[in-house]
């Protein structure tokens, strides 16, 4: 049996989130076409006949411009440390740049570092050949595994690939721990999925959703509250699950973008944020979604702790 921890890191956008989802095969982590989606560490556990490996996926490495990015940026950089294996998350679709250079030097002193070629699947065959030579020259790569996080290919190596670069060791956690996530970091993540999805330019950046009431009528004996440790997602819950959350914008001529004509956008938000989480918790929600003015938030460390972008020795 093996063990240990492996942590997803990259550049924005390079696909971290959506390769975790796809390896733990439940969406753990939020995706968007806008970067830095990511805020903060997330742990998701896979479970194999021959060992368990602890997925981190971490916050994309970028310039931090915001206290908030500071800790985002910190989280990334930390887990190279704290890891047994670094999986370093590629776009290979995009030409790299001064960014990327600084990422591979991070992972220099990495005990273990592979190189993860995502998003194969939007390009030819023929021009990865001569890309996987010139990533070879760039770092003494404990492996190099091309793959797409979006249809699946190769992905099943990959696992083996992580999984071979292990100690030998009992699993960490128990066969049914999924993840450290709370339930209500799980639910305010998703609402702001769809904030993500349904707004525009610049407005993603400063918007975030703090869960305000949490409100659990639900009658199942076997589930933990406080994290979703228990993979039950579709057990025999009963009852009703309230929720009010705030989406915060940074400034008043925000407001009105996120409501919309009428409340038109924000009943969107809400009615698919919804489903997502009734989906995700097989459980009935009441959603209640409220636009708050909150200046200069990304720069509020105690609003940061309680959005959950702690820093790393939290």
């Given at each position: ?224 509250n406080d994290d979703r440790s228990k993979d ?83």
């Open positions: 049996m093996k063990s240990g921890f492996v942590s997803l890191v990259g550049r924005p956008n390079a696909g971290k989130s959506s390769l975790l989802n796809r390896i733990v095969g439940v969406k753990l982590a939020i995706v968007s076409d806008k970067p830095q989606t990511t805020r903060t560490r997330i742990l998701g556990v896979k479970n194999y006949p021959d060992g368990q490996v602890v997925f981190v996926d971490t916050p994309g490495v970028h310039r931090p411009l915001h206290r908030m990015n500071v800790r985002m940026m910190d989280a990334a950089v930390d887990s190279i440390r704290d890891v047994d294996v670094v999986g370093v998350v590629v776009d290979v679709s995009e030409s790299q740049g001064a960014g990327t250079k600084y990422l591979v030097d991070l992972v220099r002193d990495a005990g273990a570092a592979v190189l993860i070629l995502n998003k194969i699947d939007l390009m030819k065959k023929t021009r990865l050949l001569p890309i996987l030579d010139e990533w070879s020259r760039k770092h003494a790569w404990a492996d190099i595994v091309p793959v797409s996080a979006k249809t699946g290919d190769n992905v099943d190596r990959l696992e083996q690939v992580l999984l071979g670069h292990l100690s030998e060791g009992e699993p960490l956690y128990p066969t049914d721990y999924l993840t450290d996530q709370p339930e209500r970091v799980l639910v305010a993540e998703m609402v702001r999925e769809q904030v993500l999805r349904y707004t525009r330019d610049e407005l993603p950046f400063s918007t975030a959703v703090l869960v305000d009431r949490f409100e659990d009528d639900r009658n199942n004996d076997d589930r933990n039950g997602r579709k057990g025999a819950e009963t009852g009703l699950l309230r929720v009010y959350c705030s989406i915060l914008v940074e400034r008043e001529s925000q407001k009105p973008i996120v409501i919309g004509k009428g409340g038109e956008l924000i009943k969107r938000i809400g009615t698919a944020a919804r489903e997502e989480i009734e989906r995700f918790f097989g459980v009935r929600l009441f959603l209640d979604l409220r636009v708050t003015v909150k200046e200069q938030w990304r720069d509020d460390d105690r609003l940061l702790d309680r959005l959950g972008v702690r820093q790393p020795d939290k």
